[in-house]
């Protein structure tokens, strides 16, 4: 019988791109993948560590697969790895630790530690960038590329640079060579990802950088849709801005993290641009585009965060009308400065002022959606809708359209926005 491989992610989208890649080197060497929950030979947990919640989810995580088979190889694998190897050996349930750099090893060390069943631990220095294979989505019609990892902004509350290295990014042919595959495997649409997506090519003086990677991937896959995960509100350069605004296949949706409304907490976090900064930003982006969609990370309860310097959050976020927040309460992370910063905020404000965002965003998110009333929009099915007989899916936006369609998922079909549903759209198909 063939060796079962169960795999959980936890984090961001580089983490499932990364788990993909393992899924199908695994496939390939003749593994079945089966789900998490379900009896497995090996259980892999793609781990996370940027918060306290990370780290708690990856240990249940870990222990839930050691419940479920006792018998089985359990490995913790990615950035807790990488920054805590100590903490997770502790840890009766755990058999194989692996950080982020081997990932592209992980059969051959999975095997070695079948056949030895002895605690290893495998964590080096993050000095290349891993390579693993892109086309291992299963019925989806979006994948993810990872084209860049690391960070070396170092903000005073962030443990990333530590869990994935300086910065290393993938070569602008191969960027090409893995978008080709990907639209030849049947994606519509292809999210490029990275730690800070936007340092592309910085390590390499005079070479690609992300503008020039977008112009020539857009072009080699049309009409499949390019979509960018996240733009660090002080990397959105004229050339960056004019590659999307070139190419219609290029999403206009901005993942921008502002983290705080506040100037005083941005200092605090080492966070180089005001509030007054990233509006202006937006609105730059507004008069360029067609009703573009925002959405933002923002962490409450930052370390000196004053009932002022909250409201000043709110009023930011209002200001730029986003259409989604991802709302974060502060996580000491040990080894990062703002650890030992004074004036740590009580978890109940931290929690309340995190409501009081998420709130806010609910109502902003129903408030965009009916700012697109009578706007065309492509929507890529993905699913049968919850409303009968329509289907559901995304569009360059990233909301939610529910319509009447003859075609099924993979197709992307053009519509007219005709009304909302909450904080989704509703649409009628165009000819």
Not at 131 to 156: E, F, H, M
Not at 354 to 363: F, P, V
Request: charged letters at 25%; glycine letters at 6%.
């Amino acid at each position: 019988m063939k060796i079962k491989v169960a795999f959980s992610t936890l984090g961001c989208k580089v983490n499932q791109d990364e788990t993909a890649g393992m899924e199908m080197l695994f496939s390939e060497a003749g593994y079945d993948i089966v789900n998490f929950d379900e009896q497995a030979d090996v259980y892999i947990v793609n781990t996370c560590t940027v918060t306290h919640l990370g780290s708690r989810k990856s240990r249940q995580m870990l222990r839930q697969a050691k419940g479920r088979n006792p018998d089985a190889l359990v490995v913790a694998v990615g950035c807790y790895p990488q920054v805590a190897p100590e903490e997770l050996a502790g840890i009766d349930a755990v058999d194989l630790i692996v950080g982020n750099s081997h990932k592209p090893a992980i059969v051959s060390l999975v095997e070695e530690a079948l056949d030895c069943r002895e605690l290893r631990i495998v964590v080096d220095d993050l000095n290349v960038f891993p390579q693993l294979p892109v086309s291992a989505y299963k019925d989806r019609n979006r994948a993810t590329l990872k084209i860049q990892d690391g960070c070396q902004r170092y903000c005073t509350y962030c443990i990333i640079p530590k869990a994935r290295g300086r910065l290393r990014s993938m070569e602008p042919d191969q960027v090409l060579e893995k978008g080709r595959e990907l639209a030849a495997a049947g994606f519509k649409e292809i999210v490029l990802t990275g730690i800070n997506l936007t340092s592309y090519g910085r390590e390499n003086a005079g070479g690609a950088n992300l503008a020039a990677v977008i112009n020539s991937l857009a072009k080699a896959v049309f009409p499949v849709r390019i979509r960018i995960s996240s733009v660090e509100p002080t990397d959105f350069s004229e050339d960056l801005i004019l590659a999307i605004a070139a190419n219609d296949n290029v999403c206009k949706d901005f993942h921008i993290p502002l983290q705080s409304g506040s100037d005083s907490v941005l200092r605090r976090m080492g966070r180089k641009y005001t509030a007054a900064e990233f509006l202006a930003l937006t609105e730059s982006l507004k008069e360029r585009f067609d009703r573009p969609s925002f959405s933002t990370d923002i962490i409450t309860g930052f370390p000196g965060e004053t009932e002022a310097e909250f409201e000043e959050t709110l009023a930011a976020v209002k200001k730029v009308s986003f259409s989604r927040l991802h709302v974060f309460r502060y996580s000491k992370r040990q080894g990062t400065p703002a650890a030992s910063f004074p004036d740590q905020v009580p978890p109940d404000v931290a929690a309340r002022r995190s409501q009081a965002l998420i709130k806010l965003g609910r109502e902003l998110a129903e408030d965009f959606a009916a700012q697109l009333i009578g706007a065309h929009e492509e929507l890529l099915i993905e699913e049968p809708s919850p409303r009968p007989g329509e289907w559901m899916g995304y569009g360059q936006r990233y909301m939610r359209i529910h319509c009447p369609a003859e075609a099924g998922p993979g197709n992307i079909i053009k519509t007219e926005i005709t009304g909302r549903w909450g904080s989704e759209l509703l649409a009628r198909p165009l000819v």
